[in-house]
Nanobody, 122 residues
Framework: VQLAVSGGGSAEAGGSLRLSCVASVYIYRTFAMGWFRQGPGQEREGIAFTDFNGGSIDYADSVKGRFTLSQGNAKNSMILQMDSLLPEDTAMYYC????????????????WGHGTQVTVSS
């Protein structure tokens, strides 16, 4: 499975950015996807996760209410809309795919997309 990531870039605090991730395969019943990020000097953390077939979506507290995860036009894709950005959102963002589980923690991840940089200036 390959995960193609697009989006990211720079924004001012309070602004918005959008990330997209497309999986190279059809989303089978147990497949889940998520977004992780890793800030400078920080560990990689899961911030948004979805189980497409179950319809569940959840967020880390740090982004809840500001970021929105949704399925893209293609069933094997997801979009992360990031609004009300904060300087602490500055990080490398990664798309993740999981054969089973919720895809919210690194041990669950089977596939990684390439990172895309998000930089938020104050």
């Amino acid at each position: 499975v390959q995960l193609a990531v697009s989006g990211g870039g720079s924004a001012e605090a309070g602004g918005s950015l959008r990330l997209s991730c497309v999986a190279s395969v059809y989303i089978y019943r147990t497949f889940a996807m998520g977004w992780f990020r890793q800030g400078p000097g920080q560990e990689r953390e899961g911030i948004a996760f979805t189980d497409f077939n179950g319809g569940s979506i959840d967020y880390a507290d740090s982004v809840k209410g500001r970021f929105t995860l949704s399925q893209g036009n293609a069933k094997n894709s997801m979009i992360l809309q990031m609004d009300s950005l904060l300087p602490e959102d500055t990080a490398m963002y990664y798309c993740a795919g999981c054969d089973i589980g919720v895809c919210s923690v690194i041990p669950d991840v089977n596939y990684w997309g390439h990172g895309t940089q998000v930089t938020v200036s104050s």
